[in-house]
Each structure stands twice: as structure tokens, then as C-alpha cells.
């Protein structure tokens, strides 16, 4: 199929996507969700493990900016034929960041309120890494523009939730289209087109890992009871986003253009 032919097709899925969202019942943030497994304080943080294990975020988001920064001081470097190919990857370390202060302040006092500011950062950080994956497979020019609006689109998402849980009727539909479905937009792409870059493959990797701090998020409550309490399913998952994220500067570190 054609890079036109593609590009029509997943405009089209992506515009039903948002109609089935649109018409789909909402669904309802579940009064439960706040109530983790690991509810133990110490030295006077609650929800200790939950709130701590958010710092992993700040690192691998922290390392990221510093590489980025490293980067475009070089006068010669590989990461990037195009300096501007950077910037999405500076809004997704960014967000990275964002996220450790955002779940830190809800991990604190779990809430709807505080959770507009965990969301927000995860959602703005999956739009960035779209918009990567359009500029190192598609194009440059498409991957740009699409950046601001993604992102704007991925904040509109969890505001329109917020929202909603304050008129009492939550819905997370928008939410769950921008963190799901931009992900499966990632994986085909990356399926479809091959990257101007060596390691783009690796991207299967960063999914993956996601994938599975999701699913162990899951089991926040089973996994706290099979490790006798060392460790729960919540906490876990912040860890493995976190090496997810890591892994993005890995891929960046040792990537070169290829040639022809």
C-alpha cells in the first residue's frame, strides 16, 4: 500500500475512533481506582512505595533532557539528521519528568483532583513519541506538525475526564483513545514504514515494557500478596515506565541514519 494509501487509511480509522468515542456510553471512573494495595507510610510519606518509586520517573526523564542537551551542543552527532527531530523527544522527557512530580502529588492524597496532574504528562508523553515515530518513518514535515496538535489533544483528553467527574458523570473514552490507541498507531506505523534510523525496531521493546507495566498495574493487589509484601503491583509498574523510558535514551544513544 502507498505511503498516501496508508496515510488515508489511518486518518480515516482515527477519525471513527473518535466518533465511536463520541458515541460510545461513557465510562465511568471507577470510585475504587484510589484505594492501592501498598498503603504504608514511612518517615512520614504515605503511601510510601507508591509515592517514592515516582522518582525512577525523574530519572530516566532527567537523563533524557541531558542527553538531548549533550546533543545539541555537538557540532557533529548521529542521533538526529535533523536537529529538529529533537523536539519531540524533548516534550517527551519533559512529560517523563512531569510525571514523577504529577504522581508524586497524587500518590500523596490519592484523588480525582490530583489525578488530572498524573494524567496529564503520561498522555502528553505518548502523543510525543507519535509524533516521533511519524518524523522517523514518514516524514519530518508531517511528524512537526502533527506534534503541538497531538499533544494539545492528549491534554484536552484528561480535561474533558476532569471535567465530566465534576458535572458527576465521568468519561474516560477520549482518555482511553489518547493513551491506546495512539500506542497502536505507533506499532503500526512502525509495522508499515521502516525507519531512517539503525535500532528502529527497538521501539517494540519500549511498547512491550509498557504493555507490561500496565498489565502488572493490574495485579496491584495479587502481586503485593505474592510477594509477601515486599512489593506491589502499582509500584512495580511505576518502575518498568520508568525503564521504558530509559530505554528511548538507549535507542538514541547508539542509533545511526542508514544509508540507501
Not at 20 to 32: D, F, H, I
Not at 40 to 61: C, E, Q
Not at 129 to 143: C, D, F, K, P, Y
Not at 246 to 257: A, C, D, E, F, M
Amino acid at each position: 500500500m502507498s505511503l498516501q494509501r496508508q496515510l488515508w487509511t489511518m486518518g480515516g480509522l482515527s477519525v471513527a475512533v473518535i466518533i465511536a468515542a463520541m458515541l460510545l456510553p461513557p465510562t465511568p471512573q471507577s470510585g475504587e481506582y484510589h484505594y492501592f494495595a501498598d498503603q504504608r507510610s514511612f518517615i512520614g510519606i504515605p503511601n510510601f512505595n507508591d509515592v517514592i518509586s515516582n522518582l525512577a520517573f525523574l530519572l530516566s526523564g532527567g537523563v533524557g533532557l541531558v542527553f538531548l542537551w549533550r546533543v545539541q551542543g555537538m557540532t557533529t552527532q548521529t542521533t538526529f539528521h535533523n536537529r529538529k527531530e529533537s523536539l519531540p523527544y524533548w516534550v517527551l522527557f519533559f512529560s517523563v519528568v512531569a510525571v514523577a512530580f504529577g504522581s508524586i502529588y497524587y500518590h500523596w492524597t490519592p484523588n480525582i483532583d490530583r489525578l488530572l496532574w498524573d494524567r496529564i504528562p503520561i498522555v502528553m508523553a505518548i502523543a510525543a513519541l507519535l509524533s516521533a515515530t511519524l518524523i522517523e518513518r514518514v516524514s519530518l514535515t508531517i511528524g512537526l506538525r502533527a506534534l503541538p496538535l497531538l499533544v494539545i489533544f492528549a491534554v484536552l483528553s484528561v480535561l474533558y475526564w476532569y471535567w465530566a467527574e465534576q458535572q458527576g458523570a465521568g468519561n474516560l473514552n477520549f482518555y482511553i483513545v489518547m493513551q491506546f490507541y495512539l500506542i497502536l498507531l505507533i506499532v503500526w506505523i512502525s509495522f508499515c514504514f521502516p525507519s531512517r534510523y539503525s535500532h528502529g525496531n527497538d521501539v517494540y521493546q519500549i511498547i512491550a515494557l509498557y504493555a507490561f507495566a500496565k498489565f502488572v498495574e493490574l495485579l496491584d493487589g495479587s502481586i503485593f500478596v505474592w510477594t509477601d509484601g515486599w512489593i506491589s503491583g502499582h509500584t512495580l509498574k511505576h518502575l518498568i515506565a520508568a525503564y521504558a523510558a530509559y530505554r528511548i535514551v538507549l535507542i538514541l544513544r547508539k542509533r545511526v541514519l542508514l544509508v540507501g
